[in-house]
């Protein structure tokens, strides 16, 4: 049986761990595959091969890049060892039209798709969300554990497993700062009159090999370890001992199969610039929320003219406390996000809003005002806490996907607009209880610095072919019954928690189910 896995991201990672068990199952994956290279390619390999102490100054400088700022956005953006090759246009981009403050960089071409840049936070979908699926928690519940076999989780027991369940969690974080310290203490103080308020507050749950860390402080820039998972880790170890077949440089640009037969692939060659076809005995489309709908969008013999696009959508919120906790850039700490706030609207963790804090990293220091003098910087950066929040995509902007035009091998063009609820109640009330428990956590958000990030800046998007509407379970959609959309196009909404264990879960359970129909 020869699967074919188009894309190397979550989804097409997750599709490889579902059939590689099996040796009667053909692995082949088509993606466009951008990597790292060059010097920065060679400075990490480097650092991987010596103690922090040891690293050379250049190297550092080269790989620790700052995000870069991009007009009209409240985030930069981010950079993976000082590249950008992650967001690098191969022609998976041309003919997207995203709305004003837009993410323009909305499709990847990486080896590992955003998985490559990601911050790391893992857990699953709350059990109330799947009572609104059409597939319940116990449909599910294996293959997130399937999954976690093969991504560390770094986590510990806390308030949050009430709703989301801790799975399989290796390793407890790394040591914690004195911001996250004292926050979870003033909870713990606090706790039954801010779990009255619908707030509980946990640390971060992170794909980290924990155990390894060195707390050099590059996790934002780069682990020059690889201790953060990305998806092309698993690409690159099946691949290794053979069990993968790997074609890079593709842009696949449709889907075909007709009555009867099997299916096939259509795709231009990036180093050629000439068409290509692979036929397959199954396909798993993994492209991305965005990527994947357009190649149905190009594939369907009768597509529809536009379909709904479902975003959690990401704000930004700076809070300060009164005490400082010492200036963090004299402290080994690690910076990815360390706690978390989750401000609940029903008893079963059903409608959230999730708020990532980040009590240090160096981006903070640089976002910094001019005018203030460097002898304050470390009494700010010792007060300062940054959140990165969602909302359910059910209290989001709603947005449109609108099919324009179909090209002889090409994308289809198709236009991203937004057509409701621009600036969602959800985020006022959201900030009204957070600054309600400020006095307790000693965690006071900055509410005219509160940031409304544009459409599709997330990545937490997708549900244009969701599963009991425009896809069956097995994330089949129209005339095709070989090929399988598994990625974020096929999910039913969009929660505020985090977004890719269970689009890594999903996808699991569509290839396993697969091989038995």
């Not at 246009?89 to 990847?108: E, F, I, K, W």
């Not at 040591?175 to 009159?193: C, I, K, N």
């Not at 990036?270 to 991305?288: E, I, N, P």
């Amino acid at each position: 049986m020869h699967n074919v896995v188009i894309g190397s991201g979550p989804a097409g990672a997750a599709a490889i761990l579902a059939l590689a068990d099996d040796p009667a199952q053909r692995i082949t994956v088509v993606d466009i595959g951008e990597r790292l290279g060059g010097d920065a390619a060679a400075a990490v390999r480097r650092m991987s091969a010596l103690k922090p102490a040891h690293w050379k100054r250049a190297d550092v400088d080269l790989v620790t890049a700052q995000p870069v700022a991009l007009a009209g956005s409240a985030l930069p953006e981010k950079r993976a060892y000082g590249s950008n090759h992650m967001f690098i246009d191969r022609g998976q981009q041309r003919g997207l039209t995203m709305p004003d403050r837009g993410n323009h960089a909305a499709v990847s071409g990486a080896a590992g798709g955003f998985s490559t840049v990601w911050g790391a936070q893992i857990m699953p979908f709350s059990r109330a969300t799947f009572d609104r699926w059409p597939f319940g928690w116990d449909d599910i519940e294996s293959h997130y554990k399937a999954v976690l076999d093969e991504v560390p989780l770094a986590a510990e027991e806390d308030d949050y497993a009430e709703d989301f369940p801790l799975l399989a969690a290796r390793a407890p974080l790394p040591p914690l700062s004195g911001r996250t310290a004292a926050v979870l203490e003033r909870y713990r103080r606090h706790r039954d009159a801010l779990r009255a308020k619908g707030v509980v507050v946990g640390k971060a749950r992170l794909a980290l090999a924990a155990a390894s860390c060195v707390r050099c402080g590059l996790c934002m820039t780069g682990c020059p370890y690889s201790l953060i998972y990305s998806a092309r880790q698993t690409v690159d170890r099946f691949v290794a001992t053979g069990r993968v077949r790997l074609i890079s440089q593709v842009l696949v640009t449709r889907v075909d199969q007709l009555p009867g037969a099997n299916p096939a692939i259509d795709g231009i060659d990036l180093a050629t610039g000439r068409a290509m076809r692979l036929d397959a005995d199954r396909v798993f489309v993994a492209a991305g929320g965005l990527g994947s709908t357009r190649i149905a969008l190009n594939s369907l013999s009768a597509p529809p003219r536009h379909v709904d696009l479902q975003e959690s959508v990401q704000f930004l919120v700076p809070f300060v406390s009164r005490r400082s906790t010492g200036d963090p850039r004299a402290q080994r700490d690690f910076t990815l996000n360390q706690f978390n706030l989750l401000v609940k609207y029903d008893d079963d963790a059903y409608t959230t809003s999730q708020v990532h804090c980040y009590p240090y990293n160096p981006a903070i220091a640089r976002a910094l005002p001019d005018w203030m003098p460097r002898s304050w910087e470390g009494a700010a950066l010792g007060r300062i806490t940054v959140g990165l929040g969602y909302l359910p995509s059910w209290r989001s902007p709603r947005m449109r996907v609108d099919m324009r035009a179909r090209h002889e091998n090409a994308l289809p063009d198709v236009a991203v607009r937004v057509v409701s609820d621009e600036r969602p109640a959800m985020l006022r009330s959201v900030m009204r209880r957070l600054a309600a428990i400020g006095p307790k956590l000693d965690l006071w958000p900055v509410l005219p610095m509160v940031r409304l990030s544009g459409p599709g800046k997330s990545y937490h998007f997708g549900s244009t072919f969701p599963h009991g509407r425009a896809s069956d379970l097995l994330g089949r959609i129209g005339q095709f019954r070989n090929i399988h959309f598994i990625d974020g196009a096929v999910l039913p909404s969009v929660p505020a928690t985090t977004f890719t264990l269970t689009v890594m879960a999903n996808a699991h359970r569509i290839v396993t189910a697969s091989r038995h129909v």
